[in-house]
């Protein structure tokens, strides 16, 4: 076969074959990666790249910031908008590029792939879905994959030559990919680690059968052949270019933020960062200065230049260096997504089977053929087929292939592209595979003899019994009705075929020869799921790329976008006189996306969380859906309103896996028929049928799509569409009855400051991430609901920290006693010091004492109704504590009080859902008065009801506020020693303040980060002498208030 690729093209002489069959991948990765490249909505995140590109290319300048990754994929799409303008095409060129350049890079790794091997990998990176769909996509990963296989390139050739320029080319590669993505640290773990354990086993063979005097010999004979060693060197270089980014693990094992740039942790993390420098440098120069001098000056340059944007950030060294790798160790603990461990399972059996059944035959076949040999040691220093010069390639595509695949399904992040560095060992063993079989076929033998036949039955035969097995299964002769007589007649046709096909293949291979009909027959059978992977690519890439029926994508453009702009473009150009001229106004909710396209529009605005009436006043309006009922009463029924989806996700019914959804998915014939509709054609039909869901693109369920709305005021659309027999029929007249009343609330507000600040945003000791409510104890320290830490922490009156008690913990991970909590949204502290803490996703209470140790603790999920399943909860939002000891629960998503002894038996209840008194609707804030009477905040019902302390209805009044559409608007309250209400405000930013009958007294706060504002306040407590204590979600604080109403003595 070697010899056939080598053979010149006559036409074009200076070609061979070879050259030629790599000439046309190269062709079809440029067609099959920019073709189209523009019509895709770009994603949420491709928004953000797209924006913060076009920032540097606008002359805005760039600053690295590690939430977005490296600063490469932002270098090289300004660029790309520097000569081919900025639009969605423009900005996914260079990963368009770099795709091709993926697709061609396997011609370098013929020596290890071999020739036909090679091509064949290149092939199988052509038609790869995850890797064809994001290299059409403006993300990092596909860049990254570049600088993989240049590391890999890299490490193979020294491994054979010891020639110092890989040694350079391979700093390129690592420094580019620090540069680009911090899934480089994981990519050169696997590299380095390999590299350790080659080095491990060539140095444990090299002291067998030896006769060395004594111990001091053999070690320094030991020590001679690892310092002879090749990899050794590549230990050291690539160890060295690495250890300094390690240094924010280190940093954080020392208790200190990696990411907090102010003094003092600014200055350890300095000395730490230093001191890793300096130790790396002193290793590379005792190994040879020569050697890594040079390489280490390349990779430090490449570094500095794009993490500072060429000399205009000093901050990117210390966020490149530092914040990296900082920023997403914490992120590991947020799981984004929350996929199961088996999510990248479900990926590649959905997109990449392909590699997937050849790398597992691969490894099967290079284990039996290492066997075979008597080659146990997969290490071994003698060069065999595929493994050149003792270069162990083969077993590093088995290491990459597998600590890949474990490695990011143990990884805290799973999300859809990572697939794309799971499936590339894959490939290259597919194709390594694929290359063994092509050459172990004597083709001139076979082009002698009619092997061509086998082409023209193996498909046949194939379809042939999948249609009999089909029909077996249905079951034949069960009866006279059509449909019965279809699958008999299905099942007898199938009979005939397979006998007649299969006997036409036995001649065919008697006439071969079983040895060569065996590997041809292997061949043509591997088009069946080679054509069906080109298929899946192919509908991914140009049919259903925007659409949630591919699983492959997260956080999705919907088409609404598109349509959204396409509108402003047209009012704009028929009202305003000209293209991007319009006032346009568009809100927090989809921003990330309207930012982008309304880049060019000088005049249009971002009104956030809260519209003015200012801000609103303007001809377009785009808004998403957790703003509407904000909006809309300012707009009236001046406006006519289109709504259209601009964001969803695929369907996650694979999550929560169970044997026995496992048995139907395989045993119940209608559910494996829907599961292969939704696998070969992602048609949805059967299975929403099954499951009794909506799941057309025009009704995907909203827990995965969010709607964006998009208004045109009446007199702009009059100059554009006559009459509504004209316009589009997604617009009809906003029709609403609300209006913008006074606030009721702004006559008594008053401007406050706070006397102190407790906590910023964090993970350390004292810091905060969504604290949700807090309680204040009778000696005046301090206990908040650290709920986006898992934790509750407690303070000093005076602010200062002193401890913080638990981590993330479910009940699934716990055997027996509590070992933290998950996400707890309220906290109450009894007259003894006892703490009681609603651990709201473990749907329980715990009871601690004052050093947060368990006491004890009780509850379980369910979902009940008033009077059913004591001691359950939905979801516990917040406790009190009465004057008898009582505990009282608002227990949410069940729309119910439940009141408990101290020990935690169940007393009894009230509550059930609706709009009479008594009963509620998202329970959350509870509170006990001076007088034993119990105060609820029922904020769907936007209402304050007061029960006495056995549940019994006293009275209720309204709140003007508690948006009950934003799923986190959650507020609390509180009662002070005269009886006054407390309550938050979460939506509007402040405290309102009523008397214990309901009349509005006072109000304070407003939309800041300053000692005046809040982000959005939720929990609040009251202490004996009156001060007012509120948690500030958002801004990760608690803010603490004198007394704001005077004392009556």
Not at 248 to 267: E, N, Q, V, W
Not at 877 to 902: C, H, I, M, S
Request: aromatic residues 14%; neutral net charge.
């Amino acid at each position: 076969m070697n010899q056939i690729l080598r053979r010149p093209v006559r036409i074009l002489a200076y070609l061979d074959w070879e050259k030629g069959l790599y000439l046309a991948l190269i062709l079809l990765a440029l067609v099959t990666r920019l073709w189209g490249l523009g019509d895709r909505v770009p994603s949420h995140d491709e928004s953000i790249h797209m924006r913060y590109s076009w920032n540097l290319y606008a002359g805005r300048g760039f600053r690295h910031d590690p939430v977005m990754h490296g600063p490469f994929l932002f270098h090289a799409t300004a660029l790309s908008y520097f000569f081919f303008g900025d639009d969605d095409f423009s900005a996914r060129i260079p990963v368009a590029l770099i795709g091709v350049a993926v697709v061609a890079f396997p011609y370098l790794l013929r020596r290890w792939l071999g020739r036909a091997g090679a091509l064949v990998t290149s092939f199988f990176l052509l038609i790869s879905p995850s890797i064809a769909y994001y290299s059409r996509y403006i993300r990092h990963d596909i860049p990254v994959i570049l600088w993989a296989l240049i590391i890999l390139y890299a490490m193979l050739s020294y491994l054979e030559d010891g020639r110092a320029r890989w040694l350079r080319l391979m700093a390129v590669g690592v420094s580019l990919s620090f540069a680009t993505k911090e899934v480089a640290f994981i990519y050169n773990a696997i590299f380095g680690l390999f590299l350790v354990v080659l080095l491990i086993a060539r140095a444990l063979r090299s002291t067998q059968g030896g006769e060395e005097p004594g111990w001091k010999a053999k070690l320094i004979a030991l020590w001679r052949h690892v310092r002879s060693q090749r990899a050794f060197d590549l230990i050291v270089v690539l160890g060295t270019l690495c250890l300094p980014f390690l240094a924010p693990g280190f940093i954080a094992l020392m208790g200190l933020d990696p990411l907090d740039y102010t003094m003092p942790t600014i200055k350890y993390s300095a000395v730490i960062v230093g001191g890793f420098l300096m130790i790396s440098a002193w290793l590379g120069l005792v190994w040879d200065r020569r050697r890594w001098l040079p390489a280490a000056a390349i990779h430090y340059a490449i570094f500095v230049v794009l993490y500072t944007t060429f000399f205009t950030n000093g901050y990117g060294i210390a966020s490149g260096m530092v914040g990296s790798l900082g920023y997403w160790l914490q992120q590991h603990e947020v799981e984004r997504g929350s996929q199961p461990q088996y999510y990248y399972t479900i990926m590649v059996a959905f997109y990449e089977y392909l590699p997937w059944l050849l790398a597992t035959a691969a490894v099967i076949y290079a284990g039996v053929k290492a066997w075979r040999d008597r080659r146990l040691h997969v290490m071994a220093d003698a060069p065999h087929q595929g493994v050149p010069n003792g270069v162990p390639f083969v077993p590093l595509l088995v290491w990459w292939a597998v600590l890949a695949w474990v490695g990011y399904s143990v990884a805290g992040e799973r999300m859809p592209w990572l697939t794309v560095h799971i499936a590339l060992p894959m490939i290259l063993l597919a194709g390594w595979l694929v290359g063994q079989l092509v050459n172990s076929v004597d083709w001139a033998m076979a082009l002698r003899r009619p092997t061509w036949a086998l082409a023209v039955l193996a498909a046949p035969l194939v379809f042939a019994v999948i249609s009999l097995a089909g029909a077996a299964g249905e079951g034949p002769f069960r009866g006279v009705a059509l449909s019965q007589l279809r699958t008999t007649g299905r099942f007898l046709g199938g009979v005939v075929a397979v006998a007649a096909l299969g006997a036409g293949v036995v001649y065919v291979v008697r006439r071969v020869g079983a040895r060569l009909a065996l590997r041809v027959g292997i061949l043509l059978l591997l088009m069946i799921p080679v054509a069906l992977t080109i298929r899946t690519s192919a509908r991914f890439c140009y049919v259903t790329y925007d659409n949630p029926t591919e699983f492959l994508v997260y956080a999705h453009g919907a088409p609404g976008v598109n349509k959204v702009m396409r509108q402003v473009e047209m009012l704009s150009e028929r009202t305003a006189g000209g293209p991007y001229r319009i006032e346009v106004a568009y809100g927090a909710e989809g921003s990330t996306f309207f930012y982008w396209k309304l880049r060019n529009y000088p005049n249009a605005q971002h009104f956030g969380e809260q519209p003015s009436r200012e801000q609103v006043d303007v001809p377009v309006i785009i808004a998403g859906s957790e703003q509407w009922s904000a909006l809309e009463p300012y707009l009236g029924t001046n406006y006519l309103v289109a709504t259209y989806p601009y964001l969803w996700w695929p369907l996650e019914d694979y999550r929560d896996l169970t044997l026995a959804r496992l048995s139907r998915a395989f045993t119940d014939p209608d559910m494996r028929a829907a599961l292969w509709d939704i696998w070969y054609h992602r048609d949805y039909s059967r299975y929403a049928e099954l499951t009794d869901k909506s799941l057309g693109l025009d009704t995907w369920p909203f827990p995965y799509r969010k709607d964006v709305r998009l208004y045109v005021r009446q007199d702009v659309a009059s100059q554009v569409w006559e009459s509504s027999a004209v316009r589009p029929i997604e617009f009809t007249p906003l029709l609403t009855s609300e209006t913008v009343t006074p606030d009721p609330y702004v006559s008594g507000w008053r401007d406050l400051a706070a006397r102190m600040a407790i906590g910023t945003e964090g993970v350390e000791l004292g810091q905060l991430s969504a604290p949700r409510d807090v309680a204040v104890d009778a000696d005046g320290f301090i206990y908040v609901v650290d709920s986006g830490n898992h934790r509750i922490q407690k303070f000093a009156p005076d602010g200062s920290a002193v401890a913080a008690w638990g981590r993330q913990s479910t009940t699934e991970q716990e055997t027996g006693i509590p070992q933290g909590f998950n996400e707890p949204w309220g906290i109450a502290v009894g007259a003894d010091g006892t703490v009681y803490v609603a651990d709201t996703w473990n749907h329980r209470i715990q009871k601690l004492d004052r050093e947060g140790q368990p006491l004890a603790w009780w509850g379980s999920f369910a979902q009940a109704g008033i009077g059913e399943a004591p001691g359950v909860f939905f979801g516990p939002r917040d406790v009190a504590v009465g004057a008898q000891g009582w505990l009282y629960v608002t227990d949410t998503g069940n729309k119910r009080v439940q009141v408990f002894e101290p020990d935690g038996t169940f007393a009894f209840g009230w509550g059930g859902g609706g709009l009479l008194e008594g009963y509620l609707d998202e329970p959350v804030g509870i509170a006990v008065g001076p007088d034993g009477s119990v105060v609820v905040a029922d904020t769907w019902n936007k209402r304050i009801q007061v029960f006495d302390s056995q549940g019994n209805y006293l009275r209720q009044w309204a709140i003007a506020g508690w948006q009950a559409d934003n799923v986190e608007n959650k507020p609390y309250l509180a009662v002070d020693a005269q009886g006054f209400v407390y309550v938050t405000d979460p939506n509007n930013y402040r405290v309102l303040v009523f008397d214990r009958d309901g009349r509005y007294t006072l109000s304070f706060g407003q939309y800041g980060f300053d000692e005046r504002g809040f982000a959005f306040p939720t929990g609040i407590a009251v202490d004996a002498e009156g001060a007012v204590y509120v948690t500030d979600a958002h801004s990760g604080r608690v803010l603490v208030f004198d007394p704001v109403v005077p004392t009556v003595d």
